[in-house]
């Protein structure tokens, strides 16, 4: 039988290790760590656990405006229970994966894996015991890692990454973020809604560089009402942890402030070193490993999926990464399908997108048109009482083609999922104009923003 041997237990490792099994081989992963990656560990579902937090408290700060009147002391968030409902879902999650590694027959080893041949894995186990693992073909899904400020180091107790974010012993009165990303601004709406004092920089001209400058505007101004101070195009100058001081430059002005946290967010790189990579000649690009459409490296018997090859850092992106390299792995020829990636962001309100955004759109295909529908039009906005935020299509001009949909209001992230299929299938304006939306729904604002593309929305 043959033995595919995988490195990394994240969504791009679990997912290959679980599929290969499948196939009928013989499967072996390798993690020094939980598994389930940064992603269940130490980013999206943690994260989104707190978020939820901020949720509820806000629903209770705004009960009155539903017609619900709460008598007793005002809400307070208990640090140390939401501490626990986080670890508690964490660790659910943990053991299902557990749990599917032993369904499938998986033999997992925890400790550190490193090329000692083109055929041949040394493993120090994080018992402290060395183990060599031969193998027929191998998948590397080692993940990334937050990326440091050359001049301020991650110290874990003033200056800290996104996964250290969730583990502070207390909430902060002040903080500062570094990068205004998603992850930045994921953070930003967490603890601005825990009532701390934040203050984010970006570089850029706007949050969220790579999403619609409108769709990210509505964002910073909700983030603003929140008390969030942004600075859009500055600097950040000097973080000096001794002190306890930080200094950046925005709007024409050096600004000094002495924040109780930072959290720098400045982006993810590839985890390749100590892999051994270069002993058996693997190449990287750009710091991550290098792969064709098929996940396969430079070696043909080794593959890459998922953050360690560099390119889209999401976790349903290294799930489906993850898929392609295990099955052409075990004998298949499947490519990797980038087409129709939505691209989801949980803040209040929360943003989704998939496709193009306008201007790429404009820089590919010319004069496109466009069409939005406002939230604050939607009954069911309405009675959810988060009537903010619209709907944006774009389609090309020649086939009215859908080409890229975002959204930035309630439930985006949800709704994503039907312009995901539309973009997948390819399909155009006048496929879509016999679509019976539910009533009420917040769906319905995609179906009357597609409308608007040709002039047709009725309640616009």
Known sequence: METIAVIGGGPAGYVAAITAAQQGKEVILMDQTALGGTCLNKGCMPTKTLLETAEVLEKIQHAEEFGVSISSAEAVINWDKVQQRKNSIKNQLVSGIQYLMKKNQVTVIHGKARFVTANTL?????????????????????????????????????????????????????????????????????????????????????????????????????????????????????????????IYEADGQRIEMKPDKVMVSVGRIPRVTGLGLDDIGIVTEKGGIQVNEYMRTNLPHIFAAGDVTGGILLAHVAFHEGTVAALNACGTRKQVNYKAVPRCIYTSPEIASVGLTQRQAQEQYGDVKTGEFSFGANGKALILNEPFGKVKVVIDPEYNEVLGISIVGPRATELIGQGTLMLHGELTVDALEDFIAAHPTLSEAISEAIASTIGQAVHA
């Open 122 to 246: 040394r493993v120090d186990e994080n018992s402290g015991s060395e183990r060599f693992i031969d193998f027929d073909s191998c998948i590397i899904a080692a993940g990334s890692e937050p990326a440091e400020l050359p001049f301020a180091p991650f110290d874990g107790e003033w200056v800290f990454h996104s996964g250290q974010a969730m583990e502070l012993k207390a909430i902060p009165q002040t903080l500062l973020i570094v990068g205004g990303g998603v992850i930045g601004c994921e953070f930003a709406s967490i603890y601005s809604r825990f009532g701390t004092k934040v203050t984010m920089i970006e570089m850029a001209d706007q949050l969220l560089p790579g999403e619609d400058r409108d769709i990210a505007a509505v964002l910073e101004d909700r983030l603003r009402r929140d008390g969030v101070e942004v600075h859009t195009s500055a600097s950040l100058k000097m973080l000096e942890a001794h002190t306890k001081t930080a």
